[in-house]
């Protein structure tokens, strides 16, 4: 899921985390970049480029770079998913891969208990 579009889903059920960047302006940032090692079917391409981009945004502290960083943020975001596609080509384990419906179940089983009021 993206940055943007989890901000949306939880916009009315928690407090955006914001950070202060310059003098007295905030941004919200993003706080759902997500494990991509070790899963069955592996990630996609589409996966390592929302987790590059959404890395990207929150180095930066930008969601939505300015005309004058559009190229400088692409070029970012192309090298961070070009890397992370190696490292995760790269990596070995012993361990079982783990299911994508089971890992999706437990976080909302956490998510659940954590926004229960």
């Known amino acids: 899921m993206s940055c ?3 901000d949306e889903r939880h916009k009315n059920t928690r407090t955006p985390r914001v950070s202060s960047v310059g003098r007295g302006s905030l ?11 070790n899963f069955a079917p592996p990630a ?17 502290g930008m969601t939505k770079p300015s005309s004058a960083n559009q190229d400088a943020f692409d070029e970012a975001i192309d090298a961070i998913a070009a890397t992370t596609s190696a490292l995760l080509e790269t990596l070995v384990t012993k361990a079982a891969p783990r299911d994508r419906e089971i890992e999706a ?3 909302r089983a956490r998510a659940a208990k954590r926004y229960a009021s």
Request: glycine share 0%; hydrophobic share 45%; charged share 30%.
């Open 105 to 107: 179940a437990k976080a």
């Open 4 to 6: 943007d579009a989890a």
């Open 27 to 37: 941004v919200i940032m993003c706080r759902n970049i997500r494990t991509l090692h």
């Open 44 to 60: 996609t391409e589409d996966e390592i480029h929302a987790a590059a981009r959404q890395y990207v945004r929150k180095v930066s």
